[in-house]
């Protein structure tokens, strides 16, 4: 463990180092991988941590006029999974429309199926996250940006 901080601390002070504006790039470059890796994890159905989402509910509805798409197929494109960054961080996130529809699906909340609608509990279905991938990623990225 000693050892990872001496490494962190290497890296925080390189990271130091660079200007602004190439932080910036770097940190975008960054934020477009994870986004990525995100939106691969949704197209899978899968949580970050690699275990599947709960499958739809069948319902009577269900059976004779069924949902040929996969789940967020929407949600998971560039106009709503929006990644951005300055000189100081990288971030990946939902816009504001997309937000709530997000939220009430990552943590498994209750929400109106329709404006008037029923009131349902969805099943938690983490969308974003990180995990080892996103970490090896985030690590080479930062090597590769220092190393050139």
Do not use: C
């Not at 130091?16 to 994870?34: G, K, W």
């Not at 509910?57 to 709503?80: D, E």
């Amino acid at each position: 463990m000693d050892e990872m901080q001496k490494v962190d601390d290497w890296l925080a002070a390189l990271l130091a180092n660079l200007e602004p504006a190439a932080r910036t790039r770097m940190l975008r470059e960054v934020a477009r991988d994870v986004r990525r890796i995100q939106q691969q994890n949704i197209t899978a159905q899968r949580a970050p941590d690699g275990t599947a989402w709960e499958p739809r509910r069948m319902s009577a509805r269900t059976k004779q006029g069924r949902v040929k798409r996969r789940m967020f197929t929407k949600l998971k494109t560039a106009k709503f999974l929006k990644a951005t960054a300055n000189a100081s961080q990288a971030e990946v996130s939902f816009t504001r429309q997309a937000q709530r529809i997000a939220r009430v699906h990552h943590y498994g909340l209750r929400d109106r199926v329709s404006r008037g609608g029923p009131e349902v509990k969805y099943a938690a279905r983490p969308l974003l996250g990180i995990n080892g991938e996103v970490e090896t990623t985030v690590q080479e990225a930062l090597l590769r940006w220092l190393a050139g």
